[in-house]
């Protein structure tokens, strides 16, 4: 079966410091991945996804960038973290070439810029 | 491009009571509406989804209606419970550009 990682779960984290998140997924290849952002009490802000390695669409203008190294690896980073980039973010996956499909959710990373 | 409204954004039923949540879509072209729950400081969990030739679909307590003429689709659940409390994203996709929109989220709160 499928499962999606995700962590660290939660990270506090000065302004201006680096953030590194890791998101990996078994049992599945090729998988389109997903990371997105969510305030609190607010719903979904697509950042990210990718069809494949190397490829990244960006959603939204920001200091967050995101790289897939290998199939089944997304991960997001920012070099200097703003008071603006706390909140909620979650990667996810759907099966490869069917984006109109479920989507699965890793458990989150609650992220806090102190 | 695509945007989806989602209404109410809080809804607050009596235990045993049914809640609808109602969401409207602007791109014609969108052909799959799936349905999210998400308890608190969890993940999103798909519960129900519904592709554009079909017009309701049902779920045990769950069931979700499609009106394609009138670009909105609902949520119903009947016979509310206490663990049906959670936000509630609806969330629609195009073809187009390969983008699933959500919606703002409802919060259901399933009184006693």
């Known amino acids: 079966s499928q499962t999606i990682h995700q962590w660290p779960a939660t990270l506090v984290q000065p302004v201006g410091s680096p953030l590194s998140l890791e998101c990996t997924v078994e049992g599945t290849s090729n998988p389109n991945l997903y990371w997105y952002r969510q305030a609190a009490g607010r719903g979904l802000q697509l950042l990210f996804y990718?069809?494949?390695?190397?490829?990244i669409s960006s959603e939204v203008p920001q200091n967050l960038s995101a790289s897939r190294p290998q199939d089944r690896q997304f991960i997001l980073s920012s070099k200097k973290l703003l008071l603006s980039d706390s909140g909620f973010y979650l990667c996810?996956?759907?099966?490869?070439?069917?984006?109109?499909?479920?989507?699965?959710f890793g458990q989150g990373t609650r992220l806090t810029v102190v | 491009g695509e945007n989806v409204e989602q209404h109410p954004s809080t809804l607050s039923v009596q235990e045993g009571d049914s809640a609808v949540i109602k969401c409207t879509y602007s791109?014609?072209?969108?052909?799959?509406f799936p349905w999210y729950k998400q308890e608190l400081g969890k993940r999103p969990q798909l519960i129900i989804d519904i592709r554009s030739n079909v017009g309701e679909k049902k779920d045990q307590r769950i069931a979700v209606t499609l009106n394609k003429t009138a670009k909105h689709f609902s949520l119903h659940i009947t016979e509310t419970q206490p663990e049906d409390s959670a936000v509630y994203f609806c969330?629609?996709?195009?073809?187009?550009?390969?983008?699933?929109?959500w919606g703002a989220g409802t919060k259901l709160i399933i009184k006693p």
């Open positions: 990718s069809i494949g390695i190397g490829q």
């Open positions: 996810a996956w759907t099966t490869g070439g069917l984006m109109n499909t479920e989507a699965f």
């Open positions: 791109d014609s072209a969108s052909n799959y």
């Open positions: 969330a629609a996709f195009l073809d187009s550009n390969y983008q699933l929109i």
